[in-house]
């Protein structure tokens, strides 16, 4: 498996991922988003989590959209740095950002209302694939 943290806080990578038209005008720039968009739905006083938020485009836009709380993670220092410079000018203050892998973080609210994660959980390996699951099915 590729060591997914050095991946992305690689200096070249995370240059060259900054250039992709999902970093530089966030959701509107990813092709999958008005698919998720439909599935996730209206998210109004929700619990959200977002496993691997990246550089938070989604946690901001449960933010902006109403949600109770947004609770995220990823491995990458450098993506949640970015995605905390990015909340600077952002209005609101509900979005929890912690660094973590994964394979291993233990969720510490108790209950959430929805679980998003967007092209990241094929960076992990099966066995951590199924304890995510579980880890998460619990709540
Ligand atoms: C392609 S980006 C997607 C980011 C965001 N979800 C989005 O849709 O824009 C993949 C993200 O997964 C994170 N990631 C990869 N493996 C991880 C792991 N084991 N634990 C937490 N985050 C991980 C990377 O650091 C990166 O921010």
Not at 55 to 61: A, T
Not at 92 to 104: G, P, Q, S, V
Not at 105 to 131: M, Q
């Amino acid at each position: 498996m590729v060591d997914n943290q050095a991946l992305y806080d690689r200096p070249n990578f995370f240059q060259a991922y900054l250039t992709l038209p999902r970093s530089q005008n966030g959701l509107e720039g990813a092709p999958e988003w008005p698919t998720l968009r439909e599935m996730v739905g209206n998210i109004t006083d929700q619990r959200v989590l977002d496993l691997g938020c990246g550089l938070g485009w989604f946690s901001r836009y449960a933010s902006n959209s109403g949600a109770h709380s947004v609770d995220t993670s990823d491995i990458s220092a450098k993506m949640l740095g970015r995605a905390k410079e990015m909340n600077e000018t952002h209005q609101k203050i509900n979005i929890r950002y912690e660094l973590k892998d994964l394979a291993t973080v233990k969720l510490t609210t108790e209950e959430y209302d929805l679980a998003y994660s967007s092209l990241v959980l094929h960076y992990l390996a099966n066995d951590a694939f199924g304890r995510l699951l579980r880890e998460v099915l619990n709540r």
